[in-house]
């Protein structure tokens, strides 16, 4: 059973700072996500990592996937309030694509 | 990008009814996904809606629960029966158009029951 985990789970971070939220995953997958959910809406594509390796960015975030640890990182640079939202890891490890297996959620708090 | 609209957007419904929630979708898809969102947890699968075929349900969750249809490939419809408060979740759809795009979400539907 696939199993995806992320740390930490609640972030409280202050305007200007830099932090990592990672997300580990239990057995081989080749493609991840990365979803930003503000509270009361639906979810909101942020990143998919398809290879070893892979890294994308937009803006003050930053996305990379390492399979062979079986670990994603999103990072976050020079945090500003309007990044405060929950953000979602999830693993697509079905023999199907697209039933995806979320992580726990983090809750990202920025403070000024 | 894909375009889903989600119906309806919110209800609040009496235990021991039953509310179907609408799933369009721009464009042909070959599965449409159904999750559920209970308060303050992350999703989960419900069921894989496949057009001309049965849905497969994931582990937890049961047809007589969860009718889902899927008449064609733009469409699909999950039922909550015979609700409980214990059903008050956000659902929502999702759907995967081809290899190597991203998995798209509906606005999700909120439900409360009473």
């Known amino acids: 059973e696939l199993k995806v985990e992320q740390n930490p789970l609640f972030l409280s971070m202050q305007e200007g700072k830099n932090y990592t939220i990672y997300c580990n995953y239990s057995t081989t997958s080749d493609r991840l996500y990365w979803y930003r959910q503000d509270p009361g809406k639906s979810l909101e594509s942020l990143f998919v990592l398809l290879s070893n390796g892979a890294v994308k960015q937009e803006g003050r975030l930053m996305a990379s996937l390492d399979t062979k640890a079986r670990l994603s990182t999103l990072h976050i640079t020079a945090a500003v309030h309007d990044l405060s939202a929950t953000y979602f890891c999830a693993v697509d490890g079905g023999t199907s694509y697209g039933k995806l297996t979320f992580g726990q959620g983090t809750i990202l708090t920025v403070h000024p | 990008s894909a375009v889903i609209s989600q119906k309806p957007s919110r209800d609040i419904c009496q235990r021991g009814t039953s509310l179907t929630i609408q799933c369009q979708v721009d464009?042909?898809?070959?599965?449409m996904f159904w999750y559920r969102q209970q308060p303050g947890q992350s999703l989960t699968l419900i069921a894989t809606a496949n057009q001309g075929s049965e849905a497969t349900y994931e582990s937890g969750f049961v047809i007589d629960k969860f009718p889902i249809s899927r008449p064609n490939l733009t469409f699909s419809t999950l039922t909550v029966s015979n609700m409980s408060p214990e059903d008050s979740s956000i659902y929502l759809c999702s759907v995967e158009r081809t290899v190597n795009t991203e998995a798209f979400f509906g606005q999700g539907t909120r439900l409360t029951v009473v």
């Open positions: 464009s042909q898809v070959t599965m």
